[in-house]
């Protein structure tokens, strides 16, 4: 299973920003596939995930109506769309999957793969 993030890099406060996540050997319909962060000195955090049954999303409040999560099963590909944004948000972003569906924002240790990671820059 390979999960591949696209699209970081720097933006102004208020900008925009669009994750991609293409993913490779995961039954992806029948998976959650989930965006966490990760900040320099903190713990890694959801921000969304969408279920795969029937692409319900979940969003951290902290990013509630600013990020939106998307899924397409024919490409095999989430996206991350960002707007709005804050200099808290800057992180090393991870796309993740989950066997099954999770209705809710899960913790890392549930997760079953990993990205590598996409840095995002927030300048003030």
């Known amino acids: 299973v390979q999960l591949v993030e696209s699209g970081g890099g720097l933006a102004h406060t208020g900008g925009s920003l669009k994750l991609s996540c293409v993913t490779s050997?995961?039954?992806?319909?029948?998976?959650?596939i989930c965006w966490f962060r990760q900040a320099p000195g903190k713990e890694r955090e959801g921000v969304s995930c969408?279920?795969?049954?029937?692409?319900?999303?979940y969003y951290a409040d902290s990013v509630k109506g600013r990020f939106f999560i998307s899924a397409d099963y024919g490409q095999e590909t989430s996206w991350l769309q960002m707007n709005s944004l804050k200099p808290e948000d800057a992180a090393v972003y991870y796309c993740?999957?989950?066997?099954?569906?999770?209705?809710?924002?899960?913790?890392?240790?549930?997760?079953?793969?990993w990205g590598k990671g996409i840095l995002v820059t927030v300048s003030s």
């Open positions: 993740a999957a989950i066997a099954g569906s999770r209705r809710y924002l899960p913790q890392a240790s549930e997760v079953y793969f």
């Open positions: 050997g995961l039954a992806f319909r029948d998976a959650t």
């Open positions: 969408v279920s795969a049954r029937d692409l319900s999303a």
